[in-house]
C-alpha cells in the first residue's frame, strides 16, 4: 500500500466517515433481514475490525479519528436523563422495587459467573474478570482491574453480554410473559447495560428511560457485591 493510500486511510475524515457509513448500511441491513447476527453493533465490529487489520491502522488512530462520535456518546447520556425526567411518573411509588431487583440481579450474575468458574475449575484471574460482564465498561473495567482480572477479557465480556442481551432479551421476556414497561426496562438495563437500554428505546420511551436508570445501579450494585463475594467467598 502507498503511502498516499495509506495517509487517505488514516485520515480523521475518511474513519469517522467509514464508522459512521458502516453503521448506516448495518442498520439497513438489520431492518430488512431482521437476523440476531446481523445486529448493526456485531457487523459494524467485524468490518471496522477486519478494515484496520487488513490496513495496518493502529486503533489508537481510529479512536482519535472518532472522537466526535465518542463526545456524543456523553450526549446521549443526557438523552436518558431528559427520558428519564418525562416518564418520571411510572417509576414514582417503586422505587424500593427497582433497588431491590436491581440488587438481586447484581448478585446473581456475580454468583453465577463464580459458580461456573468453580464448577470448570477456572483461573481466579479469569473469573473476576468476568464477574461485571453486566455493567457498563468503564466501570465493569475499573472493578476488574481492582481484583486482580485482565481488562482487556472484561471488556469483550461486556460486549458479548450485551449483544446477547439486546438479541435474545425481548425473546426471553416475551416468552415468560413480561409486559410492564417499568420491568422490561429495568431487565434490558440491568442484564445488558448500554446495548440492552439501546434496545429498550427501540420498544418505548419508558423501557428506554429505566434501561438508563437501571445502568446507573446496577454499576453501583455490582460495585458494592464483588467485593463483598470475594471477602466471603475468597
Known amino acids: 500500500m502507498s503511502e498516499g493510500i495509506r495517509a487517505f486511510f488514516s485520515s480523521q475524515l475518511f474513519l469517522l466517515t467509514l464508522t459512521v457509513g458502516v453503521y448506516c448500511v448495518a442498520r439497513v441491513l438489520y431492518r430488512r433481514f431482521r437476523l440476531g447476527i446481523l445486529n448493526p453493533l456485531i457487523v459494524s465490529m467485524v468490518v471496522i475490525i477486519g478494515f484496520l487489520k487488513l490496513t495496518g491502522i493502529e486503533y489508537s488512530t481510529y479512536y482519535e479519528a472518532n472522537s466526535l462520535i465518542n463526545f456524543m456518546l456523553g450526549l446521549s447520556v443526557v438523552a436518558l436523563g431528559y427520558l428519564l425526567y418525562v416518564n418520571l411518573e411510572y417509576i414514582r411509588g417503586r422505587e424500593v422495587s427497582i433497588l ?79 409486559r410492564d414497561p417499568v420491568a422490561y426496562g429495568l431487565a434490558l438495563g440491568a442484564a445488558s447495560h448500554a446495548v440492552g437500554t439501546a434496545k429498550a428505546m427501540e420498544i418505548g420511551s419508558v423501557q428506554g428511560a429505566v434501561g438508563g436508570v437501571a445502568i446507573a445501579i446496577m454499576g453501583i450494585m455490582t460495585a458494592l457485591v464483588i467485593p463483598l463475594v470475594e471477602k466471603i467467598l475468597f
Request: glycine fraction near 12%; avoid cysteine; aromatic fraction near 4%.
Open 100 to 178: 431491590f431487583s436491581v440488587f438481586v440481579g447484581s448478585l446473581v450474575g456475580v454468583l453465577s459467573v463464580v459458580g461456573m468458574a468453580l464448577l470448570f475449575r477456572v483461573d481466579h484471574a479469569v473469573m473476576v474478570s468476568l464477574e461485571p460482564k453486566s455493567v457498563t465498561t468503564p466501570i465493569a473495567v475499573e472493578l476488574s482491574q481492582q481484583t486482580g482480572g485482565i481488562p482487556a477479557l472484561t471488556s469483550v465480556a461486556v460486549i458479548v453480554v450485551g449483544l446477547l442481551g439486546s438479541i435474545l432479551g425481548p425473546r426471553m421476556l416475551a416468552l415468560i410473559g413480561v
